[in-house]
C-alpha cells in the first residue's frame, strides 16, 4: 500500500462508525492524533503499516510517527512484529497472511507511551476479479478510456468492495538521440571559438516508466442488491488526450472484501469529501474507526484495522486499441537549428548554438536531412525522459 497520509485536522466532532448509522459532527478543538493506516491481507507477503499524527492547517508537511512499537497478535497465539522503516512505513519482519477462521489485533505504543489496539478483526470471505478490461466511453462531455472491472459470479457472504489501482506508463521522449553535444576547445576571448564533440550518452535516455497509486477512495457493494455479482465497476477514467496512453499503458487493479464495519469507515470518508488522499488533507470531522487507547479513555486514534481479502488483475493498452488519435507528448516540443559554422552579420548562429548548449539547457537532438554543421536542440524533457520519469524498465512490464 504506497498511500501518502496526511491528516492536517481543524477538527472534529465525534462520528460514530455503524454499517448504515447516520453520523454528525460538532466543531472541535485541535487535538493531537495517532493516525493509523492498517490492512492485511490473505496474501504472503511483508504486511505494511503506516503511522502519521495530525498536524494543523498551516503545516504541510506529513507528520510521521518515528520509532513506534507495532505488533499484531492473532488468537493461535502468533505474534508478528514490525520495523520501523522510515517516513510513518512499519514492516512486518517476517511474510505472513491472515487465515480464515483467525482473529487479529493490532498493538501500537509510540515513543512518549501513547498504547493502542484494535477489535479483533477477521479474514472476510475471498472474491476475485474474473475481468478487468477497457471501454471508450463519453462521461459529461469527455471522451476517454473507462478501466472497468467484474468480480465472480457467486459471490456468497462477500459484500463490501475497495480498489485500489498502480498504474504504469511507457514514455518515449520524441527528439531522443544516443550522443551528446559537448563544447570543446573554447576561447572566449579576444573572439568566441570552440568546436563540437558528439560524444555517447552514459545511459538510454529514450523509453521510461513512470508509475502512481490511485489516492481517492474506490468503493461499491451487493447490500441490498438481487445480485450474484459486481460489473462493470469503474476504476480509472482517462481522457482520450492524456499523454499516458500515447505509447503503452497498463493498470494493476486491487480488490479488497471488507466487512461492513471497514466499508463504512472508508465510505465516510470518502462523503466527507477527499483531495486526493486515503486520509484528508482537510478533515472536517473525526471518525471512529476500530482503534483505540488502552490507557485513556478520549486518546483514540485516527484509523481503522483492516483484515480483507484481495484479488489483482493487470491489463495493458494504448490508444491504438480504441482507434482514436495518438495523444501529445507530455510537454510542448520543438527542435531549433543552429548552422555552427555560420557567423553571418544578420545573425551569428555559431554564437547562438553556444549559448543554447552552454547556458540555455539545450540538448543536442538529430536531425536528418540537413548538413553536418546543423545541430538540432531540444528541450532536456523532450530528449531525455529521464528528466522526468525513470529509465529503468519494471520488472513485470511486456511489451
Not at 488533507?281 to 480483507?308: H, K, M, R, T, W
Request: net charge negative.
Amino acid at each position: 500500500m504506497n498511500r501518502k497520509i496526511i491528516y492536517r485536522v481543524l477538527i472534529v466532532g465525534l462520528v460514530v462508525l455503524g454499517c448504515t448509522e447516520r453520523f454528525e459532527l460538532k466543531t472541535e478543538t485541535f487535538e493531537d492524533r495517532l493516525v493509523i493506516e492498517a490492512t492485511i491481507t490473505n496474501e504472503v507477503m511483508s504486511q505494511e503499516i503506516k503511522i502519521s499524527r495530525t498536524h494543523v492547517l498551516e503545516s504541510t508537511e506529513p507528520n510521521y510517527e518515528h520509532g513506534a512499537t507495532v505488533k499484531i497478535e492473532d488468537s493461535n497465539q502468533n505474534t508478528y512484529s514490525f520495523t520501523d522503516e522510515g517516513d510513518g512505513l512499519y514492516v512486518s519482519t517476517i511474510p505472513f497472511m491472515a487465515e480464515a477462521g483467525v482473529s487479529y489485533k493490532l498493538f501500537v505504543e509510540t515513543l512518549d507511551g501513547r498504547k493502542f489496539e484494535s477489535s479483533q478483526e477477521q479474514l472476510v470471505p475471498l472474491a476475485t476479479i474474473d475481468n478487468l478490461y477497457a471501454e471508450l466511453i463519453d462521461v459529461d462531455g469527455v471522451s476517454g478510456i473507462q478501466v472497468l472491472a467484474d468480480t465472480n459470479e457467486n459471490l456468497g457472504e462477500a459484500q463490501f468492495f475497495r480498489y485500489e489501482y498502480e498504474e504504469t506508463y511507457k514514455i518515449v521522449a520524441p527528439f531522443y538521440t544516443s550522443y551528446d553535444a559537448l563544447i570543446t576547445n573554447l576561447v572566449v576571448s579576444p573572439s568566441l571559438s570552440y568546436d563540437i564533440e558528439l560524444v555517447p550518452r552514459p545511459q538510454e535516455q529514450k523509453i521510461c516508466y513512470s508509475t502512481h497509486n490511485s489516492e481517492e477512495i474506490l468503493l461499491d457493494n451487493v447490500n441490498g442488491l438481487a445480485a450474484s455479482a459486481l460489473k462493470k465497476v469503474p476504476i480509472r477514467f482517462i481522457p482520450i488526450e492524456d499523454p499516458i496512453l500515447r505509447d503503452r499503458y497498463s493498470i494493476l487493479v486491487k480488490q479488497y472484501v471488507q466487512s461492513a464495519n471497514a466499508y463504512n469507515f472508508y465510505k465516510i470518508l470518502r462523503d466527507l469529501g477527499s483531495d486526493g488522499s486515503i486520509f484528508l488533507d482537510n478533515q472536517p470531522g473525526f471518525i471512529q474507526g476500530n482503534i483505540v487507547s488502552s490507557l485513556y479513555e478520549n486518546d483514540n486514534a485516527i484509523g481503522f484495522f483492516d483484515v480483507s481479502s484481495v484479488s489483482s488483475k493487470r491489463i495493458y493498452f494504448n490508444y491504438l486499441d480504441f482507434g482514436i488519435d495518438k495523444p501529445p507528448y507530455f510537454y510542448d516540443c520543438e527542435v531549433i537549428l543552429w548552422d555552427y559554422l555560420n557567423t553571418g552579420p544578420e545573425i551569428n548562429e555559431r554564437y547562438y548554438l553556444y549559448q543554447n548548449l552552454t547556458f540555455d539547457d539545450y540538448i543536442y537532438a538529430s536531425v536528418a536531412g540537413y548538413e553536418e554543421s546543423v545541430y538540432g536542440l531540444t528541450t532536456p524533457h523532450c530528449g531525455n525522459c529521464t528528466t522526468f520519469s525513470s529509465g529503468k524498465k519494471p520488472e513485470f512490464w511486456e511489451d
